[in-house]
């Protein structure tokens, strides 16, 4: 595609619902990151792909954050028991390898009742 | 543990007055720095990469420069059309991206 691409663009759950977050890369790019951005805030690094391995996960808060690349293209972010904490933009980026520049999708807003 | 802080703030300027910004970094053997620019609702859009000292990249009036210890953004008779969030991230050798806070910057007609 031309761009990377995210969905749903909002979403709204109440607390200690489950949400899953979408994002299609660029098409070609075997890195694949997740960021979480709270207002006014750069973003904070959550867990890193190359392919369909998931390299470096040390970014998720807790053990209620889950993220899968099953066939090394398109990746899903996945919240358990979702809370209030865990309001924020959630963004994917994607580049032709780690150390690439990483080209952003525009994110999920994702607010928690 | 990397750190990047970025200054000012918010920046208010008028069309046509050139400014700077400046990113300052802690990190342990960088591999590179990156600027971004973030409109609102929107994902970080690619600016430029700087990788050494010295260096320097440019492109329409935005230029960017690199040292040991900072990199800055200097922005050239701006436009309303500049106005936006503008980040800067560095990477140490082997780490993942390290994002500063950001500037806000405003452009006044």
């Known amino acids: 595609g031309a761009g990377v691409s995210q969905s749903p663009r909002y979403k709204v759950a109440k607390r200690g619902q489950d949400v899953a977050l979408r994002c299609d890369p660029i098409s070609g790019h075997v890195s694949l990151f997740w960021y979480q951005q709270a207002l006014g805030q750069g973003p904070e690094f959550l867990t890193y792909?190359?392919?369909?391995?998931?390299?470096?996960k040390s970014g998720l808060p807790s053990d209620r954050f889950f993220a899968e690349r099953p066939e090394g293209s398109v990746s899903t972010l996945k919240i358990q028991r979702t809370q209030q904490e865990d309001s924020a933009v959630y963004l994917c980026a994607s580049s032709d390898g780690p150390n690439q520049p990483q080209h952003f999708g525009d994110g999920t807003r994702l607010s928690i009742l | 543990e990397d750190q990047v802080t970025q200054s000012p703030e918010a920046l208010r300027l008028q069309e046509g007055e050139s400014s700077s910004l400046n990113c300052s970094y802690t990190v342990s053997g960088l591999r590179g720095l990156f600027w971004y620019r973030q409109d609102p609702g929107k994902g970080p859009e690619f600016l430029f990469t700087?990788?050494?000292a010295g260096e320097e990249k440019e492109k329409e009036r935005l230029k960017a420069t690199l040292t040991k210890k900072e990199s800055f953004l200097h922005i050239t008779a701006p436009k309303p059309e500049d106005s936006a969030t503008y980040l800067c991230a560095v990477q140490a050798y082997g780490q993942n991206f390290v994002f500063g806070p950001g500037t806000r910057l405003s452009v006044l007609p």
């Open positions: 792909f190359q392919n369909e391995a998931q390299l470096d």
């Open positions: 700087l990788y050494s």
